[in-house]
């Protein structure tokens, strides 16, 4: 089931009037139904595998309590069932199909076996979410939980279920142990995101994809033309998944859940470190809490740390897809980060760059983050390679009028995003008509008169917007494929 569809108003308007009716242990019970629901709404056999990850990760957390003695042979089951089912979903043929090519090119021609497997939506998040509670209880850091309902529910919430944000166990999974209440004004606010969740997706994100696609698929574009379609990839990228986290907050919200902020305005980041702390924040703290850290974190000498750095990159990179493409995007910004780190330490510059070069600095990163959505973008080597050597003395003046087009068309649809950033970064920056702004909507509160009508009126025009401007070309969020 997806947000943007008639079958998930129904769904959800459904299931949250009962939800609010009933008491706090049958409201989970309740919701965990839902989910699995939500979860299997096309194909039934993917909530079977959550059942295994979700049975195996609440046996094993009670087991390390239970014998300590072997608590990390514990561990070792619960890494073996999620990364296990990661690897035949979502890594079997990737590894088949190099081996095979590694034998081929010695000589000797094998034809290993290819499954045809299905994907399940969101097995990379909700495996990760699970795994992050065992390892918790494996350190010490947090209790086995007994309750069976509870732990589940952690792991299917329905909202963030298929694109994160990727939830701790010890801010949902206290949450889904607390009893709530309804909140009228969260419920408005919560209102006011899921419409802009919305506006991103059906006005920004499928606008510019609908771009990004057409030079994508195209067979030989010019150098002006296949830029023209990364920096559209690239508003399509961030409007969608953030859209889908802001659509999974509010959604959260109405059921008296505060999932965690997954994107922090990467597009004004001052560095390329400072991108990551604000791209996919759920999953950049996942990785460096329980891939970096254990592997020395800054404890270790400077060169053994950008080496784990540049791992914990490569990882990430293969996590999005099985795809030597991810690879490559997550060493290319491994290297940005530890490049402009050792730079900038060798020169003694400011982590922010004062005055005016601070639109400097932004730009440059910025600038440094689209190019390497080609990465992302073309999974093709091939294709890749003969586009990383493009040049814009080979391109006729056609072939420059039809990419600045497509360039100037694909801002024209990120005005929005660029003008959310512009007020994030005069909040940051401390401008006085920002603050002011911000003030005088804090000093109405969240029972006012006057707050509701201005979110019902901010909501009105979004819908209105979303009516007259959505992309005829419907797009499934991009994170859903991984």
Known sequence: ??????????????????????????????????????????????????????????????RMEEDPGRKKAYLYASLAANLGMLGVFKYFNFFVENVREVLASVGLDVSPPVLELVLPAGISFYTFQALSYTVEVYWGHMKARRNPVDFALFVAFFPHLVAGPIMRAMNLLVQVEQPRTWDTGRARDAVLLVVWGFFKKLVVADNVGVIANRVFSHQDPSFEMLWAGVFAFGLQIYADFSAYSDIARGTARWFGFELILNFNHPYIARSPSDFWHRWHISLSTWFRDFVYIPLGGNRVPALQREANLMATFLVSGLWHGASWNYVLWGLYHGT?????RTVGRLLGLPAKWPGPLAIVQIVLTVSAAFAGWLFFRETNPDFLRRWLVLSPAESTMMERQVGVYLFVLAATWGVPLFLDDLWALGRERGVRLVRWAESRWEALGPASVSRALLQAAAAGAMVTLILVLRSRVSLDFIYFQF
């Open 1 to 62: 089931m997806i947000f943007h569809s008639l079958d998930f108003l129904v769904f959800f308007a459904v299931v949250v009037s009962i939800y609010w009716r009933l008491p706090h242990r049958w409201q989970n019970i309740w919701l965990l139904g839902a989910s699995y629901v939500f979860y299997g709404w096309v194909h039934p056999w993917f909530v079977i595998l959550m059942l295994v990850s979700t049975t195996v990760d609440y046996w094993a957390a009670q």
């Open 336 to 340: 940005l980060v530890v490049v402009t």
